[in-house]
């Protein structure tokens, strides 16, 4: 039987060894979104516009809705929930279609030597890749709104890098799980569903009451989603040394999800 190495060594050295592989993947999941349209790829930049027009148009012009009390743009208030949206957007799309990532691919399980642990790059990538345009997009209406973004702008990969590497473990760890309990893909999506609206995507976190604020503090999202803010709208440094933290507890979600995947996929062939 095939040994599948789960050290995380093995995490880097499989990235590196198929990245050809891993980024033609990504153009193709890309790509296909898009296919028999007439615009093509110009559809990813229309969606996000439209959306965010929608928002300032909505939460600011009819509902008069402010961020907080010193606030004094009307456009303020769709353009931070626009920011918490996209976190938010990369996590969600990552962890839904984490269960049945493998099942989606079952050709690559039984019929030829596949590097399986790939799959979750490739989720990843594409979602990157809508995450990147909605904050083009972000910027570009920034810069018409209220001026020259902050040089804070450039912290963002950084804010988010801790965020990436936990969904990476946690989409590890769910692709193996719904090969053997294809239930979870109902519950993976509630958890989401609740998560997003546990997170301060639609009111600041200092809105939540003292007793709740707990729910706040568990969720892996809320600090990427202020640090976002901070980096993006309010032109704030984040707080480093908690992010640095973030980063070493993601650092072992992320093997512990690697682990689990390789320690568990000798039994994809059997199940499937």
């Known amino acids: 039987m095939q040994h599948f190495s789960a050290s995380p060594r093995e995490i880097v050295g499989s990235l590196w060894r198929n990245r050809q592989l891993i980024l033609t993947l990504i153009k193709h999941e890309v790509l296909g979104n898009f296919n028999g349209s007439i615009i093509g790829v110009l559809w990813s930049f229309i969606t996000p516009t ?7 148009f909505v939460f600011s012009g009819i509902f008069k809705a402010r961020w907080n009390s010193e606030s ?7 353009m931070v929930l ?6 938010f957007n990369i996590f969600a799309e990552c962890l839904n279609k984490g269960p049945t990532l493998i099942l989606a691919h079952v050709n690559y399980v039984k019929k030829v030597v596949f590097p399986l642990e790939v799959l979750p790059w490739v989720s990843l990538g594409g979602a990157l890749f809508r995450a990147v345009v909605s904050i083009t997009v972000w910027l570009t209406a920034y810069v018409i709104l209220f001026g020259l973004p902050h040089l804070t702008v450039l912290l963002l990969p950084f804010v988010v890098l801790p965020l990436l590497l936990l969904i990476m473990g946690l989409t ?3 692709a193996s799980l719904g090969v053997y309990l294809r239930n979870i893909t109902q519950f993976v999506a509630l958890v989401t569903t609740v998560t997003m609206f546990l997170s301060p995507i639609f009111y600041p976190a200092n809105a939540l009451p003292e007793r709740f604020k707990i729910l706040l503090l568990l ?3 809320t600090s990427i989603i202020e640090g976002g803010r901070d980096v993006l709208f309010w032109g704030v440094v984040p707080d480093l040394q908690f992010l640095a933290i ?7 979600i992320v093997w512990l999800g690697f682990a689990w995947f390789q320690k568990t996929r000798k039994g994809f062939a059997d199940v499937l």
């Open 172 to 174: 590890w760890f769910l």
């Open 50 to 56: 439209i959306m965010l027009a929608v928002y300032i």
């Open 219 to 221: 969720n892996p999202l």
């Open 72 to 78: 004094t743009s009307m456009s303020e208030f769709g």
């Open 82 to 87: 626009f920011v918490g949206l996209i976190i």
């Open 246 to 252: 973030y980063f070493v507890v993601s650092l072992f």
